[in-house]
């Protein structure tokens, strides 16, 4: 099953020695996240954001997401209220993707509270998650499903930040950009993958890399698998 996703997330390489976009963001997260207090997460909305995903359709589903900048483009609709972008979106979008990032995205996790209160579609918190923490709040304000980005994780925390989310109802969106991350990813337990054709480290956009790379995921897989095509879809013709 596929959907396409048009938002930023990650990226595939530096120098070693320049923080890039990414680890910088990531950087950024890690302090946030050490200063948020213990969250009581609630009860799951039960609202399956992967069951949104694969229904079939003329075209594949999508992700539509609030994001009112982005270091690749800067400013685009700073001033957009969340409700204004669930009023646009709710028609067209299987699920919406909420930006909460807020230096580089502008987002916040009132938006998320907001949207919540507006739609029953499945939500995303679309961030740098880096803190079980993070996934608590994700919860508490109303998401379905959030993101985690391989680039930005060790094995171990892919696989704790996974049974944690599940624990609270929510499936999480894994997103890869190289085979090497493909590879990690495929060797857990995962359900939603997302191919980014965006490289956050750089910004450069290939929108070769979500076909090349869903070609490498063995069939077995690809029968399990909801797989999210994200970033860079502007025309009907490439979707």
């Known amino acids: ?24 963001i990531v950087a950024e997260s890690r302090r946030r996240a050490a200063a948020l207090p213990e969250i009581q997460p609630g009860a799951s909305t039960h609202s399956d954001f992967a069951a949104a995903l694969r229904r079939r359709g003329e075209m594949p589903q999508l992700i539509a997401e609030l994001k009112r900048r982005s270091p690749s483009q800067g400013s685009l609709k700073e001033g957009l ?44 918190r679309k961030d740098f998650i880096v803190d079980k923490k993070q996934i608590d709040e994700a919860r508490a304000a109303g998401a379905d499903s959030f993101l985690l980005i391989v680039a930005s994780l060790t094995d171990a925390e892919l696989t704790e930040f996974i049974a944690h989310g599940r624990r609270l109802g929510m499936e999480p969106l894994v997103e890869v950009l190289t085979e090497d991350e493909l590879r990690r990813a495929l060797a857990l337990d995962i ?35 909801v797989l999210v095509a ?10």
């Not at 596929?2 to 930023?8: D, E």
């Not at 994200?230 to 979707?239: D, K, V």
């Open 1 to 24: 099953m596929s959907a396409v996703h048009g938002g930023t997330t990650v990226g595939g390489g530096t120098d070693g020695e320049t923080p890039s976009v990414l680890e910088k």
């Open 81 to 124: 209220p969340a409700s204004e972008a669930v009023r646009l979106y709710e028609p067209y979008a299987a699920a919406l993707s909420i930006l909460t990032e807020p230096e580089h995205f502008k987002g916040s996790i009132e938006d998320l509270k907001e949207a919540r209160a507006l739609t029953r579609l499945p939500l995303l």
């Open 191 to 225: 359900r939603i993958l997302g191919i980014n054709n965006r490289n956050l480290h750089t910004l450069e956009i290939d929108m070769g890399r979500c076909l090349k790379l869903a070609d490498l995921i063995p069939a077995s897989r690809r029968k399990e698998l």
């Open 230 to 239: 994200e970033s860079g879809y502007s025309t009907r013709q490439q979707l």
